[in-house]
């Protein structure tokens, strides 16, 4: 499968963005599917992850992300409220089959698309 993430863009502190990940086939091939951030220098940090039956958030985004997921158009989304300008990043979405231990890290996804980038500013 082949991923790719779209909906990245320039918005105002407090405001919403809504990207999307896009598989070339069935993203019910993988246990999960995550979304990742990285800014210029540093490492590349997990936002999220949805599985068939749950997902989970990082602590920094808990209450403002939403990830969701609709299989029969092999898409996953991903909500953005209440953005703040440390949200400011690239975004990648990733495929994967990563234990419950690993679903919050980079290894356990083997599947990337390429990066949409998020600004947040005034």
């Known amino acids: 499968v082949q991923l790719q993430a779209s909906g990245g863009g320039l918005v105002q502190p407090g405001g919403s963005l809504r990207l999307s990940c896009a598989a070339s086939?069935?993203?019910?091939?993988?246990?999960?599917i995550g979304w990742f951030r990285q800014v210029p220098g540093k490492k590349r940090e997990w936002v999220s992850y949805i599985t068939r039956g749950l997902s989970n958030y990082a602590h920094s985004v808990k209450g403002r992300f939403t990830i969701s997921r609709d299989n029969a158009k092999n898409m996953v989304y991903l909500q953005m409220n209440s953005l703040k300008p440390e949200d400011t990043a690239a975004y990648y979405c990733?495929?994967?089959?990563?234990?419950?231990?690993?679903?919050?890290?980079?290894?356990?996804?083997?599947?990337w698309g390429q990066g949409t980038l998020v600004t947040v500013s005034s």
């Open positions: 086939g069935s993203t019910l091939d993988y246990r999960a």
């Open positions: 990733a495929a994967g089959n990563p234990i419950m231990s690993t679903m919050d890290q980079e290894y356990g996804y083997r599947v």
